[in-house]
Protein backbone atom coordinates (compact mmCIF):
# COMPACT_ATOMS: atom_id res chain seq x y z
CA UNK A 1 0.00 0.00 0.00
CA UNK A 2 2.80 2.59 0.72
CA UNK A 3 4.36 1.88 -2.55
CA UNK A 4 1.40 2.29 -4.27
CA UNK A 5 0.44 5.90 -2.46
CA UNK A 6 4.07 6.91 -3.16
CA UNK A 7 3.83 6.14 -6.82
CA UNK A 8 0.95 8.87 -6.85
CA UNK A 9 2.54 11.16 -4.50
CA UNK A 10 5.53 11.30 -6.27
CA UNK A 11 5.82 13.39 -9.98
CA UNK A 12 6.97 10.73 -12.85
CA UNK A 13 6.86 14.25 -14.85
CA UNK A 14 5.32 13.34 -18.74
CA UNK A 15 2.93 15.57 -20.39
CA UNK A 16 0.58 13.40 -23.03
CA UNK A 17 2.42 13.48 -26.55
CA UNK A 18 5.85 14.62 -25.10
CA UNK A 19 8.49 12.59 -24.64
CA UNK A 20 10.36 13.03 -20.86
CA UNK A 21 13.48 14.10 -22.30
CA UNK A 22 11.98 16.96 -23.95
CA UNK A 23 10.94 18.49 -20.61
CA UNK A 24 13.79 16.93 -18.29
CA UNK A 25 16.99 18.86 -17.44
CA UNK A 26 20.48 17.18 -16.65
CA UNK A 27 21.62 19.63 -13.43
CA UNK A 28 20.14 22.50 -10.94
CA UNK A 29 20.19 24.57 -14.14
CA UNK A 30 21.30 28.05 -11.97
CA UNK A 31 24.33 26.30 -10.33
CA UNK A 32 26.59 26.72 -13.83
CA UNK A 33 24.62 30.09 -14.95
CA UNK A 34 26.11 31.54 -11.38
CA UNK A 35 29.75 30.63 -11.84
CA UNK A 36 29.80 31.92 -15.02
CA UNK A 37 28.54 35.15 -14.51
CA UNK A 38 30.23 35.91 -10.90
CA UNK A 39 33.47 34.54 -13.19
CA UNK A 40 32.57 37.43 -15.79
CA UNK A 41 31.26 39.99 -13.35
CA UNK A 42 32.25 39.89 -10.04
CA UNK A 43 30.92 43.14 -8.95
CA UNK A 44 27.57 41.49 -8.40
CA UNK A 45 29.20 39.66 -5.50
CA UNK A 46 28.67 43.29 -3.94
CA UNK A 47 25.07 43.27 -3.80
CA UNK A 48 24.86 40.31 -1.63
CA UNK A 49 24.41 41.00 1.70
CA UNK A 50 20.78 42.31 3.32
CA UNK A 51 18.48 45.13 3.28
CA UNK A 52 16.37 46.09 6.29
CA UNK A 53 13.98 48.46 4.80
CA UNK A 54 11.93 45.72 4.23
CA UNK A 55 11.10 45.19 8.11
CA UNK A 56 9.57 49.21 7.82
CA UNK A 57 7.81 48.00 4.85
CA UNK A 58 6.07 44.91 6.41
CA UNK A 59 5.22 46.92 9.38
CA UNK A 60 3.10 49.34 7.21
CA UNK A 61 1.50 46.75 5.88
CA UNK A 62 0.81 44.71 9.15
CA UNK A 63 -0.69 48.30 10.77
CA UNK A 64 -2.70 48.72 7.52
CA UNK A 65 -4.27 45.08 7.75
CA UNK A 66 -4.74 45.43 11.07
CA UNK A 67 -6.48 48.97 10.95
CA UNK A 68 -8.86 47.89 7.63
CA UNK A 69 -9.91 44.97 9.96
CA UNK A 70 -11.06 47.08 12.87
CA UNK A 71 -12.78 49.80 10.28
CA UNK A 72 -15.09 46.71 8.17
CA UNK A 73 -15.64 45.04 11.99
CA UNK A 74 -19.45 45.83 11.39
CA UNK A 75 -19.81 45.72 7.93
CA UNK A 76 -22.23 43.50 6.01
CA UNK A 77 -20.47 40.24 4.78
CA UNK A 78 -20.09 41.10 1.16
CA UNK A 79 -18.48 44.48 1.77
CA UNK A 80 -15.98 42.19 4.01
CA UNK A 81 -15.51 39.76 0.82
CA UNK A 82 -15.04 42.81 -0.87
CA UNK A 83 -12.72 44.58 0.73
CA UNK A 84 -11.30 40.65 1.77
CA UNK A 85 -10.24 40.36 -2.43
CA UNK A 86 -9.37 44.20 -2.99
CA UNK A 87 -6.94 44.76 0.44
CA UNK A 88 -6.51 42.03 2.27
CA UNK A 89 -5.71 39.53 -0.47
CA UNK A 90 -3.21 42.18 -2.09
CA UNK A 91 -1.51 42.88 1.78
CA UNK A 92 -1.37 39.31 2.88
CA UNK A 93 0.19 38.25 -0.71
CA UNK A 94 2.50 41.25 -0.29
CA UNK A 95 3.25 39.55 3.70
CA UNK A 96 3.90 36.15 2.35
CA UNK A 97 6.44 37.58 -0.89
CA UNK A 98 8.37 39.10 2.16
CA UNK A 99 8.65 36.22 4.58
CA UNK A 100 9.67 34.45 1.40
CA UNK A 101 12.47 37.34 1.06
CA UNK A 102 13.04 36.95 4.78
CA UNK A 103 13.26 33.45 4.37
CA UNK A 104 16.97 34.03 2.93
CA UNK A 105 17.86 35.82 5.76
CA UNK A 106 18.10 38.78 3.67
CA UNK A 107 16.25 41.29 5.84
CA UNK A 108 19.17 41.44 8.58
CA UNK A 109 21.67 38.99 7.12
CA UNK A 110 22.60 35.72 7.97
CA UNK A 111 25.05 37.04 11.13
CA UNK A 112 20.95 37.02 12.73
CA UNK A 113 19.19 34.62 12.16
CA UNK A 114 16.72 35.45 15.18
CA UNK A 115 15.99 39.13 14.00
CA UNK A 116 15.08 37.56 10.28
CA UNK A 117 12.87 34.55 12.38
CA UNK A 118 11.12 37.04 14.77
CA UNK A 119 10.42 39.72 11.61
CA UNK A 120 8.82 36.34 9.28
CA UNK A 121 6.54 36.16 12.90
CA UNK A 122 5.48 39.86 12.62
CA UNK A 123 4.19 39.18 8.84
CA UNK A 124 2.66 36.27 9.56
CA UNK A 125 0.37 37.60 11.84
CA UNK A 126 -2.28 38.89 9.38
CA UNK A 127 -1.87 36.32 7.94
CA UNK A 128 -3.95 33.68 10.26
CA UNK A 129 -2.56 30.50 9.41
CA UNK A 130 0.80 29.71 10.73
CA UNK A 131 3.20 29.29 7.75
CA UNK A 132 6.89 31.85 7.65
CA UNK A 133 9.23 29.25 9.69
CA UNK A 134 7.56 25.86 8.04
CA UNK A 135 8.06 27.73 4.51
CA UNK A 136 11.59 28.54 4.78
CA UNK A 137 12.02 25.20 5.98
CA UNK A 138 11.07 23.69 2.81
CA UNK A 139 11.78 26.27 0.38
CA UNK A 140 15.55 25.93 0.89
CA UNK A 141 14.82 22.44 -0.59
CA UNK A 142 13.11 24.28 -3.49
CA UNK A 143 16.31 26.26 -4.65
CA UNK A 144 19.02 23.51 -3.52
CA UNK A 145 16.71 20.71 -5.48
CA UNK A 146 15.09 23.07 -8.06
CA UNK A 147 13.50 19.96 -10.21
CA UNK A 148 13.68 17.12 -8.23
CA UNK A 149 10.37 15.32 -8.22
CA UNK A 150 10.09 15.19 -4.13
CA UNK A 151 12.11 17.38 -2.70
CA UNK A 152 11.32 19.98 -4.45
CA UNK A 153 7.49 20.03 -2.45
CA UNK A 154 6.66 23.41 -5.23
CA UNK A 155 7.00 20.28 -7.69
CA UNK A 156 2.53 19.19 -7.69
CA UNK A 157 2.27 15.50 -6.97
CA UNK A 158 1.18 13.23 -9.98
CA UNK A 159 -2.41 12.90 -8.71
CA UNK A 160 -3.00 17.16 -9.04
CA UNK A 161 -1.48 16.33 -12.15
CA UNK A 162 -4.36 14.24 -13.45
CA UNK A 163 -7.23 15.52 -11.76
CA UNK A 164 -6.47 18.82 -12.71
CA UNK A 165 -5.99 18.43 -16.65
CA UNK A 166 -9.08 20.98 -17.78
CA UNK A 167 -10.04 24.32 -17.55
CA UNK A 168 -12.59 23.96 -14.30
CA UNK A 169 -10.52 21.58 -12.63
CA UNK A 170 -7.53 24.00 -13.01
CA UNK A 171 -9.40 26.64 -12.07
CA UNK A 172 -10.46 25.13 -9.25
CA UNK A 173 -6.69 24.37 -8.39
CA UNK A 174 -6.30 27.44 -8.60
CA UNK A 175 -8.80 28.30 -6.03
CA UNK A 176 -7.57 26.10 -3.39
CA UNK A 177 -3.92 26.60 -4.49
CA UNK A 178 -2.95 27.56 -0.72
CA UNK A 179 -4.63 24.32 0.75
CA UNK A 180 -2.71 21.93 -1.54
CA UNK A 181 0.18 24.05 -1.00
CA UNK A 182 0.15 24.33 2.81
CA UNK A 183 -0.27 20.12 2.78
CA UNK A 184 2.42 19.12 -0.47
CA UNK A 185 5.27 19.07 1.41
CA UNK A 186 3.59 16.91 4.38
CA UNK A 187 3.01 14.07 1.82
CA UNK A 188 6.24 14.40 -0.30
CA UNK A 189 8.85 15.02 2.16
CA UNK A 190 7.92 15.45 5.41
CA UNK A 191 10.75 16.70 8.00
CA UNK A 192 10.32 17.13 11.54
CA UNK A 193 8.77 19.98 13.88
CA UNK A 194 11.79 22.36 14.55
CA UNK A 195 11.17 24.32 17.77
CA UNK A 196 10.79 27.39 15.78
CA UNK A 197 8.29 26.16 14.15
CA UNK A 198 6.21 25.73 17.88
CA UNK A 199 6.85 29.15 18.41
CA UNK A 200 5.53 30.23 14.92
CA UNK A 201 2.46 28.27 15.70
CA UNK A 202 1.97 29.22 19.78
CA UNK A 203 2.32 33.12 18.75
CA UNK A 204 -0.21 32.49 16.16
CA UNK A 205 -2.93 30.69 17.38
CA UNK A 206 -2.54 33.11 20.59
CA UNK A 207 -2.91 36.14 18.02
CA UNK A 208 -5.38 34.62 16.23
CA UNK A 209 -7.71 33.89 19.67
CA UNK A 210 -7.22 37.32 20.64
CA UNK A 211 -7.76 39.21 17.70
CA UNK A 212 -11.15 37.08 17.93
CA UNK A 213 -12.31 37.72 20.81
CA UNK A 214 -11.47 41.85 20.42
CA UNK A 215 -12.74 42.85 16.92
CA UNK A 216 -15.21 39.37 16.40
CA UNK A 217 -15.26 37.19 13.39
CA UNK A 218 -16.00 39.55 11.14
CA UNK A 219 -12.81 41.52 11.23
CA UNK A 220 -11.21 37.51 11.88
CA UNK A 221 -12.48 36.60 8.26
CA UNK A 222 -11.42 39.60 6.56
CA UNK A 223 -8.14 38.81 7.25
CA UNK A 224 -8.00 34.96 6.88
CA UNK A 225 -10.36 34.88 3.50
CA UNK A 226 -7.33 37.68 2.20
CA UNK A 227 -4.77 34.64 3.14
CA UNK A 228 -7.07 32.41 0.99
CA UNK A 229 -8.05 34.50 -1.90
CA UNK A 230 -4.57 36.64 -2.24
CA UNK A 231 -2.71 32.91 -2.48
CA UNK A 232 -5.52 30.75 -4.53
CA UNK A 233 -7.51 32.59 -7.59
CA UNK A 234 -6.09 36.16 -7.45
CA UNK A 235 -3.94 38.45 -10.16
CA UNK A 236 -1.18 38.36 -7.55
CA UNK A 237 -0.93 34.60 -8.30
CA UNK A 238 -0.11 34.66 -11.76
CA UNK A 239 3.88 34.27 -9.88
CA UNK A 240 3.19 31.48 -8.91
CA UNK A 241 2.53 29.96 -12.57
CA UNK A 242 5.19 32.09 -13.71
CA UNK A 243 8.29 31.27 -11.94
CA UNK A 244 8.61 27.77 -13.27
CA UNK A 245 6.12 26.47 -15.23
CA UNK A 246 7.12 25.59 -18.75
CA UNK A 247 5.12 28.17 -21.20
CA UNK A 248 8.67 28.18 -23.24
CA UNK A 249 10.77 24.52 -23.47
CA UNK A 250 14.26 24.29 -21.82
CA UNK A 251 13.72 27.35 -19.52
CA UNK A 252 12.96 25.80 -16.31
CA UNK A 253 12.36 29.43 -14.53
CA UNK A 254 11.37 32.54 -15.94
CA UNK A 255 10.79 36.56 -14.85
CA UNK A 256 8.58 39.03 -14.98
CA UNK A 257 9.70 42.99 -15.06
CA UNK A 258 5.95 44.87 -14.85
CA UNK A 259 4.76 47.04 -12.23
CA UNK A 260 3.38 44.18 -10.02
CA UNK A 261 7.06 43.66 -8.67
CA UNK A 262 6.89 46.83 -6.52
CA UNK A 263 4.11 45.14 -4.35
CA UNK A 264 6.05 41.64 -4.13
CA UNK A 265 9.43 42.74 -3.56
CA UNK A 266 10.52 41.99 -7.02
CA UNK A 267 9.63 38.79 -7.07
CA UNK A 268 9.05 39.05 -10.53
CA UNK A 269 13.06 38.69 -10.87
CA UNK A 270 12.96 35.22 -10.74
CA UNK A 271 15.58 33.69 -13.03
CA UNK A 272 17.92 36.48 -11.22
CA UNK A 273 16.93 35.44 -7.64
CA UNK A 274 17.38 31.59 -8.07
CA UNK A 275 21.06 33.01 -9.42
CA UNK A 276 21.61 35.12 -6.58
CA UNK A 277 19.36 33.76 -3.65
CA UNK A 278 21.24 35.76 -1.19
CA UNK A 279 21.01 39.37 -2.50
CA UNK A 280 18.13 41.31 -1.56
CA UNK A 281 15.16 42.04 -3.66
CA UNK A 282 16.02 46.14 -3.68
CA UNK A 283 19.18 44.99 -5.88
CA UNK A 284 18.17 42.20 -7.60
CA UNK A 285 16.92 44.76 -10.73
CA UNK A 286 21.28 45.55 -10.32
CA UNK A 287 21.74 41.95 -11.39
CA UNK A 288 20.30 42.32 -14.61
CA UNK A 289 21.86 45.71 -15.17
CA UNK A 290 24.99 44.71 -14.51
CA UNK A 291 24.95 41.30 -17.16
CA UNK A 292 22.58 42.03 -19.69
CA UNK A 293 23.95 39.71 -21.99
CA UNK A 294 22.35 36.56 -19.31
CA UNK A 295 18.94 37.94 -18.89
CA UNK A 296 18.01 40.01 -21.39
CA UNK A 297 17.95 37.37 -24.07
CA UNK A 298 15.69 34.98 -21.75
CA UNK A 299 11.79 34.29 -22.63
CA UNK A 300 10.14 36.47 -19.94
CA UNK A 301 6.50 37.25 -19.23
CA UNK A 302 4.90 40.42 -19.29
CA UNK A 303 1.43 40.00 -17.54
CA UNK A 304 0.47 37.32 -14.80
CA UNK A 305 -3.11 38.05 -15.42
CA UNK A 306 -2.17 36.24 -18.92
CA UNK A 307 -0.09 33.41 -17.15
CA UNK A 308 -3.38 32.53 -15.05
CA UNK A 309 -5.49 32.74 -18.62
CA UNK A 310 -3.32 30.52 -20.53
CA UNK A 311 -2.37 27.97 -17.76
CA UNK A 312 -6.00 27.65 -17.21
CA UNK A 313 -6.91 27.43 -21.11
CA UNK A 314 -3.85 25.81 -22.78
CA UNK A 315 -4.46 22.35 -23.28
CA UNK A 316 -0.36 21.63 -22.69
CA UNK A 317 -0.75 23.89 -19.20
CA UNK A 318 -1.52 22.25 -15.90
CA UNK A 319 0.27 21.28 -12.75
CA UNK A 320 1.80 18.53 -14.46
CA UNK A 321 3.71 21.15 -16.55
CA UNK A 322 6.91 21.50 -14.23
CA UNK A 323 10.46 20.64 -15.38
CA UNK A 324 11.68 18.31 -13.32
CA UNK A 325 13.78 14.87 -14.06
CA UNK A 326 17.67 15.93 -12.89
CA UNK A 327 18.29 14.42 -9.38
CA UNK A 328 15.98 11.29 -11.16
CA UNK A 329 18.12 10.99 -13.84
CA UNK A 330 21.46 10.82 -11.85
CA UNK A 331 20.04 8.46 -9.00
CA UNK A 332 19.12 6.29 -11.81
CA UNK A 333 22.38 6.38 -13.84
CA UNK A 334 23.98 5.54 -10.03
CA UNK A 335 22.01 2.43 -9.92
CA UNK A 336 22.63 1.49 -13.62
CA UNK A 337 26.64 1.85 -12.65
Not at 35 to 43: A, D, F, S
Not at 126 to 152: A, E, F, N
Request: proline fraction near 6%; glycine fraction near 6%; hydrophobic fraction near 40%.
Amino acid sequence: MDKYFNSFVKLGFKIEHCKDEEWEYTEEPHVSRRQEILKKHPEIKNLMGYDTTIALIVTAEVLSQLTMAYLVKDSSWWTIIFWAYLISASLNHSLGSAIHEIGHNTAFGHGRPKWNRLLGLWCNLPMIVPLSVTYKKYHQDHHRYLGHDTMDVDIPTVIESYLFRHPITKLLWLTVHPLIHGIRPFCKSPKPVTGWEMVNTASQLTFDYLFYCILGRKAFVYLLAGTLFGLGLHPLSGHFISEHYLFTKGQATMSYYGPLNFVLFNVGYHVEHHDFPYIPYSRLPDVKRFAPEYYDHLPQHTSWLKVLWDFIFDVEMGPHARGVGYMREKEESKKVG
